[in-house]
């Protein structure tokens, strides 16, 4: 045989049209005949758009979208308005002025300009109010050249936001991949319950019939009663077991029912008649040699992978952050300004103005103390990371040695359940023609029927590992997630 990764599309397309690999024996109860089979992509697609949890993961994307904006508004443009009055004593001086700001994230930078005009008489201390009839028009910038040139809390609060928004969309493309995960199991839960019913429906309808016959065999004398009496109690044995399977497919409906959903959002139970009639069959086993390149590929797209990332970025800002802490600050501050109209001759002309304010910090512990917490955080999370990614390695190694074992065990249950019919078959003409015993035939049937139960279960098995194989490497497509 040859050995290669079964492509989703396989699985998906068998689900979808059907693909035989082990009929079911027909119930008792014929389906109804206008039923459609549901299929996995009605399910994905409904757990994917109906989802509760799904719901809330895009609504907490939405408010911290909203967080991202706010951070944003650090660099909004504002004015400001000053008006000074003297009410009594001997100056009459007054003035108002209008200033407006926008903030800039190079060299955290504020540009600005306004406008002042005075009016009256002002103390020689308080000359710089005075302007000429028509007003004073200044505008200027202030940049900063050592400490805040390249962070600031600004920039850091709007970086912080933009990575905690990608994390929360990590966090919603993990729970989407555990609900579609979830959703598959659910579905093909569903399937093998309904596929287990059917076994025993045909293990009872079979004893059912056997009971006609031996009733005319016992009345004609040609055997004695106690088989037929056996009969029945095998006839009802084998309802209990339809009882309990019809059991484990309600209970299997109501579980799939959680992600099967109305338009209107409320859960939908699925009808028996739904169920698909056919198993897909099983794709070819993994090849070996494509485990490493799932691997590279899983740690790539996996969510928490992501997660930690954004968390080391966030580290790595807060370092940014305290090394800025611990330099002198150094503010240029450009204007130029001039007054218009009449008045004072000193006030006319062009003032253009250089200003360099100092800063210097003489202790620094909140800074050392912001860079040493960093730096710790920084080797715990890449130690983090390390393990993150050995435990991905190491689950995509077993995941794909459990996908290879769980294959093996759907040929080895279906060779055996071929194996129980022929005996099961053999048996029942030899019981037809006197050559074997009561006792025997019913064994022989219901040792075909745990063969195929142990069929189903291998199938259901092989489909697990399968689901947990494409949550595991992030498979978007076989999930119904999409591209992208």
Known sequence: MTRRWPLAALLLASLV??????????????????AVPLTLDAVLDSSRERYPQVLAAREKIRAQAGKLLSSEGAFDLYAEQTNKSRLSGYYDGRYSSTKLVQPLSDFNTNVYGGYRVSGGDFPIYEDEAFTLDAGEFKVGAVFSLLRDRDIDSRRAGLRDSRLALDQTELDALLTRVRVQHDAMTAYVDWIGAGEALAVYRDLLQLAEA????????VQEGDLANIYLNENRQYILRRRGFVVEAERKLVAAANKLSLYLRHTDGTPRLPAEAELPRRWPNPPSLIDPTTVDAAIRAALAARPEIGVLAADIERERLNLALGRNNLMPRVDLNLEAARDFGSGQKSRTGTD?????????????????????????????LDLDRRLLEERIG?????????????????????QE??????????????????????????????????????????????????????????????????PG
């Open 17 to 34: 049209d059907g693909a035989l690999a082990q009929p079911a024996s027909p119930p008792a109860a014929a389906p109804v005949a206008t």
């Open 210 to 217: 056997r009971n006609d016959g031996l009733d005319t065999r």
């Open 352 to 380: 253009t103005i250089v200003r360099l304010d100092v800063t210097i910090p003489i202790e620094t512990r909140k800074a050392r103390g912001q860079i040493d917490a960093a730096q710790a955080n920084l080797s715990r």
């Open 394 to 414: 190491v689950e995509i190694r077993t995941l794909a040695n459990d996908l290879s074992a769980a294959y093996r065990f759907v040929e080895l249950a279906t």
């Open 417 to 482: 359940t071929e194996q129980a019919d022929v005996l099961s078959r053999a048996e029942r003409e030899r019981f037809a023609e006197g050559a074997s015993d009561f006792f025997v035939v019913n064994l022989r049937e219901e040792a075909a029927a745990n063969a195929r139960v142990r069929e189903i279960d291998a199938h259901l098995r092989y489909l697990g590992a399968l689901a947990d194989f494409y949550a595991a490497t992030v498979q978007r497509e076989p999930l119904g997630l999409g």
